[in-house]
């Protein structure tokens, strides 16, 4: 105790001597230092989005910052974040390191790699790497992650067959050496994408986000005292395992199963889920899931891990910001060449339908242990989007993309709310900027009444979206949708929610999750269903098991 | 500068809260000021705000005849949002977008709590009617509404039996046509029926936010309408004669027909007010760079001022259903003085999580149960528990005597808590009141960092019951040397609303290319701007103290940029070909000062203007000058902790109305007053200053 209390004042105080490693951090000292992380997070957060140039950054926020240590292991992101990238964040970090150790790395160098098997498994999302100097010695890496508007090659849909088709990748590269931009890339990125200015600005967006929360960090520990954020990090992690940890014990040793079969671009994709709890650990497999399929709706591991860390963070330990320790109880395998392990050259772009699935699965295999945490299928997920490309009245290039959510499942405390994503968390983009972007006119935009499963608790309502080509020139588009085959389930007896449709008049073939063209006049109708109820609704209720957690 | 003192010889100021109404009765012709307290009345606000205006110019033997202007903030707004007990509401929308009150932006505020509430929507569902009217995105009328549709409108609105409407298009901050279509036809056909024109109230891209902003507005107008009436005609009947005006979140005086018409502009008055009063306070040293420090009961306000006033945030959100989580409330798109909002106040909970950290609030004890120390019914260890721990606070001085503190209740509290935080009973305490301090500078200081500016120069400012306890160590750990505390820490907001300038902004929405900007047609429209607002001022009697400022404000951005940022420009005449030249230069310093970079070959554009006019010169406050004041007396000492200073230490405690005026004296030392309690750490000495206020600056060599 008294050890503890002395530590305790030196970190309190503004210590003028360098203290290089804390032994014990005390309760009060970790949680002013932890809350300071996380508002360095967050303001590297605000800078992205107010230096960002796509909609799809500012407005629907597809982005995140992480803060890293040296070992490129997380130790805070963003309040506001997207739960994969938080995922892939770390591993691509380690990525980068691998090719370029700490050693190379210079003040002002800034890292960018998009190679999905690197990333977060598909081209459009830049991921950023930058190392921190407290003066000549590294003491972190600042990260984040940003989903660029177009990256050249077939939109964001499930058409191609290959990752060539996808667009431009970027293998990890110096985007500034020492500070100073490489004009080569930047010219190459130009020649490849259809808005060069959308992409290249926010891409500096990004970098000024690196900036900032180096900048921070660096006060951040002369304030404190720290030489660096090893003892720190270290309480943080071993904090957050533990409680992960005490969690998972709660839950009898056992494995926890769940088949989920979903829409894939022409075929049905099988999630095989086996959740093996053994004391204080799970290994979640995917073995006997489908194997990769050439249309863009293969997840890479990175992208399979993070949703599953996600769904089992979800389960195990909602409360608390996430971390490199809140992982370590947790291991991912999924078979190679399977979906959920593709392998070179699969084709990405779409891969979220694949990956959105894992954390709904995982939900459903612990629903019968852990009730209070279970939800039903959530409407629209795998995440609906709409590419827009082309050239408007003015002979200008245009390129945007817009996120529509469904409705989310039921829970034990109450209904699903109506158009909420689950599990990804981007935000829609108003009908009045959307116009603003791209010669569309949207008819109507309202909740889709009665898609939601019913249920003691209901599944929340999907929408209805009417988007009408205008201008003159035809319009390029890019689809992502799920739930148009396999609807959202329902659990405990909740009913499912409704299947949802693309339609597009005047009517033609085309798919769901593919690419179109539209033409002036033209009509893109999507209905993003609702999610799955929870509970039956006649009778009697399912008894509940007792909860644990 | 004022040409007459007689004008505004006799002010009143009026703060009403949730629990009690502050009554601010200022003589300025016998440098007098006198405070009153009364339980709020709720039902009709008007009944305690004329009893204690009787009581304060009684005290100051002065008619309600003899007073000129009555100056007034108000909670009941907020409280009316939070309690959901607003007038029924009806919205006017536009066909096919009668939902997206409800599917607001689609996400989550919290990325792995899914059991996370959203707030209800202010008009129900059935309570909303789509017409068939379109505009595009440049405004250009798609469909017009037809005199068929504008019938079975009225129709339905009769017989949806509203007391109050919204009316919000898309595409309507381009252009109003619509909404005035249809807010004209309901004139003709309801007139009593009160609309809100969301073009007119908030006139900015984004449809969900300006919804939200309209239908807010609407949600309130009856019962402000009502209560400024009933206000208006009580203070007649008691014999005021003067004007009457209320304070806008802004930080602005505006005529009280403007706030039963906007009641939205005035849900921050009460804050506002508090901000523009720390502003005057550091004026009076000289210091433009201020932080205003309002802590109470449960929650603690910041304002960042780097310039002396307010920085104006256009958009913010109310009545959070998960307590200070971002995006869990309703949107609010107007002019608001920036505040930060913190869960950190005197009755802020302290509790150790699972993973063993010590977190205090956001959950708070309120005024019931309280505290474990008021020994109502509290056992849970909150900040003002701590700080009785710590020596800060005494059972035999809390309040002046007003209220006693259970010591023994309050080291209980927080004994449970530092037993499951593996820490020694004063440890805990010190580090509740630490971690307290770090929610408010940790707030303040991303402010800070968001603004681009220096703080180290600035004073900051405290009030509220909590915030003179905790001020200096916020102050420090933002690099500020210089904390100040006014006098009467408890009324700060109707003090405020005596040294406030009168004044409105408009704002226009002009999207253009910085280089293409029609300057003629822009000069032309700042021009009409101007004459009309001038117009409106002069109208709220702010012009007979001394000319109309105004002041421009461009937001603007690289093109293709989705957030912009606001630039104060020289307000030279917008026809001049040189005056883009200073608008680009005013940009590029604002930009690269914020994110240290300018971005080449990139175009610069204007999304719109903001005009801010004031006029009317603040009276200086210098009436509580402490002349007539105890000599001074001998403090008595106590015990206190500073867990950076070597732990507990004899501490003298003095009884604010005895210090002397330019006497410095040392800190370790407690100045105690009836509002709150001054904690004046080893590393601070304290003086009061010829205005009456207390300043703690660094010790010389520290």
């Known amino acids: 105790m008294r050890a503890s209390h002395s530590t305790h004042l030196e970190v309190l105080s503004c210590a003028d001597e360098t203290e290089s490693n804390p032994v014990a951090i005390d309760a009060a000292s970790l949680e002013i230092m932890w809350n300071r992380l996380q508002a360095i997070a967050d303001e590297a957060d605000a800078v992205l989005a107010r230096t960002a140039f796509s909609s799809v950054v500012r407005e629907a926020h597809d982005y995140v910052t992480v803060l890293m240590d040296p070992d490129g292991r997380a130790l805070i992101q963003s309040t506001y974040s997207i739960p994969s990238f938080v995922g892939t964040m770390p591993m691509t970090a380690k990525h980068v390191l691998a090719k370029y150790p700490l050693e190379t790395m210079r003040p002002g160098d800034v890292f960018v790699t998009n190679d999905p098997w690197l990333g977060t498994g598909h081209l459009f999302d830049m991921c950023m790497v930058s190392p921190i100097f407290a003066g000549d010695r590294i003491v972190g890496l600042a990260g984040n992650v940003a989903h660029m508007t177009d990256i050249g090659g077939g939109g964001m849909s499930a058409q191609a067959a290959t990752i060539h088709e996808e667009g431009l990748c970027l293998p990890p590269i110096r985007l500034f050496d020492a500070g100073n931009p490489n004009p080569v890339v930047t010219e190459i990125i130009a020649a490849n ?48 395992e533990r409680a992960v940890r005490d969690a998972i014990k709660k839950v009898p040793n056992g ?48 992208y399979t891990t993070a949703y599953t860390n996600y769904g089992l963070k979800c389960i195990f330990d909602p409360y608390l910001s996430n971390n490199d320790g809140s992982l370590r109880a947790f291991t991912v395998r999924a078979p190679r060449g399977s979906f959920l392990n593709a392998v070179r050259p699969a084709a990405v772009a779409s891969r979220h339908t694949a990956g959105h699935l894992l954390p709904t699965a995982l939900l459903g295999a612990f629903a019968d242990v852990l009730p209070g945490r279970a939800m039903a299928g959530t409407g629209g997920s795998p995440l609906w989007t709409v590419s827009l490309n082309g050239i408007d009245a003015n002979g200008i290039p245009f390129s945007t993309v817009a996120f529509f959510a469904g409705g989310q499942g039921g829970r034990s405390s109450g209904d699903g709310h109506a158009t909420l994503h689950f599990p990804t968390n981007a935000a829609s983009t ?120 | 500068m004022r040409e007459d003192h007689a004008a505004d010889g006799l002010l009143v100021a009026f703060d009403t809260g949730g629990t009690f109404t502050d009554v601010v009765a200022l003589d300025r012709l016998r440098d007098r000021a006198v405070f009153e307290k009364e339980l709020s009345t709720p039902e009709d606000p008007a009944v305690a705000i004329l009893a204690a205006i009787e009581r304060a110019l009684g005290r100051l033997d002065a008619q309600m005849s003899d007073v000129r202007r009555i100056l007034g903030a108000t909670t009941l707004v907020t409280n009316a949002l939070i309690a959901y007990n607003g007038a029924k509401t009806a919205l006017v929308t536009t066909r096919g977008f009668e939902d997206i009150l409800d599917m607001r932006r689609e996400y989550r505020y919290d990325i792995y709590d899914l059991d996370l509430p959203y707030p209800e929507a202010y008009v129900p569902r ?7 009217e379109r505009l595009d995105r440049t405004g250009a009328v798609v469909t017009s509404p037809t005199g068929d549709d504008r019938d079975e409108m009225i129709r339905w609105l009769r017989a949806a039996e509203v007391d ?67 206000l208006a005609r009580a203070l007649a009947e008691g014999g005021f004669r003067g004007d009457l005006q209320f304070m806008l979140s802004s930080g602005r005086l505006q005529t009280a027909d403007f706030i039963a018409a906007y009641p939205a502009h005035g849900a921050e008055s009460g804050p506002a007010a508090g901000s523009i009063l720390a502003a005057h306070v550091a004026r009076q040293h000289g210091v433009e760079g201020v932080v205003s420090l309002d802590m109470g009961g449960t929650t603690a306000k910041i304002c960042v001022m780097p310039s002396g006033v307010p920085q104006i945030t256009r958009s913010y959100e109310i009545a959070r259903a998960a307590r200070f989580k971002a995006g869990s409330g309703h949107p609010l798109r107007l002019p608001s003085v920036q505040l930060l909002e913190i869960g950190a106040g005197g009755g802020s909970i302290a509790s150790v999580d699972h993973m063993g950290l010590l977190k205090v609030g956001p959950r708070s004890a309120e005024a019931v149960p309280g505290p474990a120390s008021y020994g109502r019914g509290g056992t849970e260890a909150t900040v003002t528990d701590a700080n009785l721990v710590l020596g800060y606070l005494h059972e035999d001085d809390f309040l002046a005597g007003a209220m006693t503190l259970d010591r023994r209740a309050a080291e209980l509290a927080v004994q449970r808590v530092s037993e499951r935080a593996g820490m020694d009973l004063v440890a805990c305490a010190w580090g509740i009141h630490e971690v307290a301090n ?51 820490a408890g009324v700060a907001s109707a003090i405020g609303l005596l040294v406030a300038p009168s004044g409105l902004d408009r704002i226009i929405t002009r999207p253009e290319h910085l280089q293409s900007i029609d300057r003629a047609g822009l000069a032309a429209q700042f021009a009409a701007v101007t004459e009309e607002a001038v117009g409106v001022l002069a109208r709220m009697g702010a012009l007979a103290a001394g000319s109309v400022r105004r002041e421009i404000f461009a937001d603007m951005r690289y093109a293709g940029q989705g957030h912009d940022i606001e630039v104060r420009i020289p307000d030279s005449d917008a026809a001049d070909p040189d005056w883009l030249l200073a608008v680009s230069t005013a940009f590029d310093a604002r930009y690269h000062e914020l994110h240290g970079r300018l971005l080449d070959g990139v175009p610069t554009e204007v999304v719109g203007w903001r005009l801010a006019f004031s006029a009317g010169d603040a009276p200086s406050l210098t009436w509580w000058s402490a002349d007539d ?21 004899d501490t003298a405690v003095y009884d604010r109305d005895t210090l002397v005026v330019g006497t410095t004296l040392p ?4 100045v105690v007053e009836t509002e709150s309690t001054l904690v004046v750490p080893p590393d601070a000495s304290f003086s009061l200053d010829s205005f009456g206020s207390v300043v703690l600056r660094r010790r010389d060599g520290e």
């Open chain 1, 193 to 240: 994408v259809r808005v060069p200015q959308q992409v290249l600005g926010d891409l500096e967006a990004e970098a000024a986000a690196n900036r900032t929360m180096a900048q921070r960090t660096v006060e951040f520990l002369s304030e404190y005292g720290l030489a660096d954020l090893d003892g720190l990090a270290t309480e943080i992690f071993s904090r957050s």
């Open chain 1, 255 to 302: 494995v926890y199963r769940y088949d989920l079969d979903a829409d894939g671009f022409d075929t049905v994709l099988q999630v095989r889920l086996a959740a093996t709890v053994a004391d204080d650990a799970v290994v979640v497999d995917y073995e006997g899931s489908s194997p990769q399929v050439p249309r863009g709706i293969n997840s890479v591991m990175n």
């Open chain 1, 430 to 549: 108003p009908v009045e900027l959307l116009e603003l972007q791209s010669p569309v006119l949207v008819e109507e935009k309202r909740i889709w009444e009665g898609s939601g499963g019913d249920g003691r608790s209901r599944g929340g309502d999907g929408q209805i979206v009417a988007i009408r080509i205008l201008g003159e020139n035809p319009v390029s588009v890019s689809l992502t949708s799920g739930q148009t085959g396999h609807a959202a389930r329902g659990v405990f007896s909740g009913d499912h929610g409704r299947l949802g449709r693309v339609i597009v008049e005047p009517p033609r073939d085309f798919n769901p999750g593919g690419n179109l063209v539209l033409n002036p006049g033209d009509l893109l109708r999507l209905e993003v269903p609702g999610g799955g109820g929870f509970g039956s609704v006649i009778g009697e209720t399912r008894t509940k098991p007792s909860e644990i957690i």
């Open chain 2, 126 to 132: 059935s309570a909303r009617y789509g017409i068939a």
């Open chain 2, 164 to 230: 109050s409407v919204a009316v919000c298009f898309l595409h309507s901050y381009l252009n109003p046509v619509h909404e005035r279509y249809v807010a004209d036809a309901i004139a003709e056909e309801l007139p009593e029926l009160p609309v809100t024109v969301s073009a007119e109230l908030s006139p900015e891209i984004r449809e969900y936010e300006r919804m939200s902003t309209a239908v807010i507005n609407a949600y309130t107008q009856p019962i402000m309408r009502r209560q400024v009436s009933s």
């Open chain 2, 438 to 488: 770090q929610h408010m500078s940790r707030a303040a200081m991303i402010h800070v960092a968001e603004l681009g500016v220096d703080p180290r120069a600035y004073e900051l400012v405290a009030f509220g019951g909590a915030g003179p306890a905790h001020a200096w160590r916020v102050a420090r750990k933002l690099g500020i040397g210089t904390v100040v505390c006014p006098p009467a």
């Open chain 2, 629 to 649: 004041r105890a000599h001074a007396v001998e403090p008595r000492t106590r015990k206190a902790y500073f867990g950076d200073a070597g732990g507990w230490i």
């Open chain 2, 667 to 670: 800190g370790p030392a407690i």
